[in-house]
C-alpha cells in the first residue's frame, strides 16, 4: 500500500513551500534539542567544583580564586576517555580534563579542582575540621604535567602553518555548493 503524501504537502504556491521548510525545521529543531537535553541528563552525573586561578590580591599579595560550580560527566572524544565539567549553558562554558579524576578523593558525587595555569587542572581534596577551618589540598603532584603541557604551548606556536592550506578545502567546497545552487536555480528558470 503506498503512502499518499498529496495530502500532506499543499502543491502549488512558494508560500505552502516556505510554510513546510519551517515546520520542518521547527520539528527537527525540537527533536535535536530533545535527544541533546536527553544525553546530558544521562552522561553529566558528576557535580563539579572549581576553583578557577584570578591575580594575585594587591593587598595581601595572596592568590584570589573564582569558584564556578557545574555538571561533570566522562565522554569519549577522539578514542580517548576525558572528564568534561559544563558550568554554563553555552557550548564553549565546560573544561575538558584528559586526566580523569581518582574516585577515593571525590566526595560522594562531587569532584573539586584547582587550576594551576591557564589549562592546567588539578583534581584537590577538601578537609574541613570541627573547629570550622577549610583546607584545600591537591591530590597529586603536577610538576610532570605542567611541564609536558607548557611544552606543548610552545610547540603549537612554533607550529607554522598556511591559512589557505587549512580553510582552502572548505571554502572551496562551499563556492562549489553555491555554484551548483545558482546553476539549478538558472536550469529550473529555464525549464519551467
Not at 1 to 4: E, F, G, R, V, Y
Not at 24 to 40: D, E, H, K, P, S
Not at 109 to 121: P, R
Not at 166 to 191: D, E, H, N
Given at each position: 500500500?503506498?503512502?499518499?503524501l ?40 558528576y ?61 560522594d ?49 612554533l ?34
Open positions: 500500500m503506498a503512502i499518499d498529496s495530502s500532506i504537502i499543499p502543491s502549488g504556491s512558494f508560500g505552502s513551500t516556505i510554510t513546510i521548510i519551517l515546520w520542518g525545521t521547527l520539528v527537527i529543531g525540537l527533536v535535536t534539542m530533545g535527544a541533546v537535553m536527553a544525553r546530558n541528563k544521562i552522561k553529566y552525573v557535580t563539579a567544583k572549581v576553583y578557577k586561578r584570578r591575580q594575585n590580591d594587591f593587598q595581601t599579595n595572596a592568590p584570589a580564586s573564582k569558584i564556578i560550580y557545574g555538571k561533570a560527566g566522562y565522554f569519549m572524544v577522539k578514542g580517548r576517555i576525558i572528564f568534561r565539567i559544563k558550568y554554563g549553558p553555552m557550548p564553549w562554558q565546560r573544561i575538558e580534563i584528559k586526566k580523569i579524576p581518582d574516585p577515593k578523593y571525590m566526595q558525587t562531587e569532584v573539586t579542582y584547582i587550576q594551576l595555569q591557564k589549562d592546567n587542572y588539578v583534581q584537590a581534596k577538601t578537609h574541613i575540621d570541627w573547629k570550622g577551618n577549610f583546607d584545600l589540598k591537591p591530590v597529586e603532584d603536577d610538576v610532570k604535567y605542567g611541564a609536558q603541557q607548557d611544552m606543548n604551548e610552545k610547540q603549537a606556536v607550529q607554522i602553518e598556511s591559512k589557505w592550506q587549512k580553510y582552502g578545502p572548505a571554502m572551496g567546497l562551499t563556492l562549489l555548493f553555491m555554484a551548483g545552487i545558482i546553476a539549478m536555480y538558472f536550469v529550473s528558470q529555464t525549464c519551467g
